[in-house]
């Protein structure tokens, strides 16, 4: 059975490199990896996921699953190919329009796959995209970091019955609900089940961003956006993407590093971050 949260202890051999969604962009990864001298035996790559879509290399980028300093949380275009092209052998169904979806989100390299590469494609690596969880924790106490796709946030037991975009916009019956921001304390399986969609899907911290009210510092990787409510209590730095921003974006614990890779625009970029770096830009380290 899929674990939506699991836990990976510190890395005390190497670094921890987090990068923003993928979407098909190896030779930008490849890159990056360069230009960090990234160090496979030592280092590890926490991606935020959205490994395929959208830009020239999907296959490419899902091969990363096969390498072992490569661990990934699952995003909302993982969950579109599943929808899509169940792996072979898989209890999983194609569910109805998820051909219609992933094609209008980037996913028309799926049908131009060769035979050996549908045969890989079903038989090695949809398998591990099955299996990727929707939380990574990495570390443990003060130390420990996660994981995720887009936002670690609710809206309460009640309204996760209610519709999937009523759910993602915090509104039921025309009015406002209460929403939660996980905790570390609340991050379990049991939870995680209510809240798949958000977690993949969720908009609703980033719009919380007051642009006039937020300060932003300076960093070798561009500037920082420190927002007016930066950390939230009781929930460790939390890496996401997602929702593509102008500038990494700290807010209520989330740290937003989904930069557009896949525009290849000069105000676009894959970002490739060092966790002990990220703590020493906030002060933390």
């Known amino acids: 059975m899929t674990k ?3 836990k990976i202890p510190a890395n005390t051999r190497g ?3 987090i990068i923003g969604d993928l979407h098909g962009c190896l030779d930008l990864l490849e890159a990056e990896m360069d230009r960090h001298q990234f160090d496979p035996d030592a280092d590890r790559m926490l991606s935020v996921g959205d490994l395929a879509d959208r830009g020239p290399d999907a296959m490419g980028c899902l091969r990363l699953l096969n390498q072992p300093w490569f661990h990934a949380v699952r995003g909302n275009h993982e969950d ?3 929808g899509y092209l169940p792996p072979s052998a898989s209890s999983i169904k194609p569910s109805p329009g998820a051909g219609a979806l992933l ?3 980037g996913g028309a390299w799926v049908d131009a796959l060769t035979t050996d590469e549908l045969i890989e494609i079903k038989n090695i690596i949809l398998p591990k995209v099955a299996e990727l969880p929707y939380v990574i924790t990495v570390g443990d106490g003060n130390q420990q970091f996660h994981i995720a796709h887009a936002e670690l946030m609710t ?3 009640k309204e996760e019955k209610a519709g999937f975009w009523r759910r993602l916009t915090g509104a039921r019956n025309g009015k406002r609900e209460g929403r939660r921001i996980v905790t570390d304390t609340m991050l379990d399986d049991s939870l995680l089940a209510e809240m798949t969609e958000p977690i993949m899907w969720g908009r609703r911290l980033i ?3 007051d642009e006039a009210a937020s300060r932003i510092i300076d960093t070798p990787q561009g500037p920082l956006m420190i927002s007016q409510n930066a950390h939230y ?3 460790s730095l939390t890496y996401v993407g997602h929702t ?3 500038q990494m974006t700290l807010h209520a614990s989330h740290l937003y590093v989904d930069r557009g890779a896949y525009l290849r625009s000069a105000d676009s970029e894959l970002l490739m971050v060092d966790h002990k770096q990220v703590l020493g830009w906030l002060g933390v380290g």
């Open 103 to 105: 094609m209008r989100n």
């Open 207 to 209: 719009q919380q961003v």
């Open 244 to 246: 593509p921003v102008s």
């Open 80 to 82: 579109m190919l599943l």
């Open 233 to 235: 209590p009781g929930l």
């Open 155 to 157: 809206t309460g037991a």
């Open 4 to 6: 939506l949260h699991i």
């Open 15 to 17: 670094r921890d490199f």
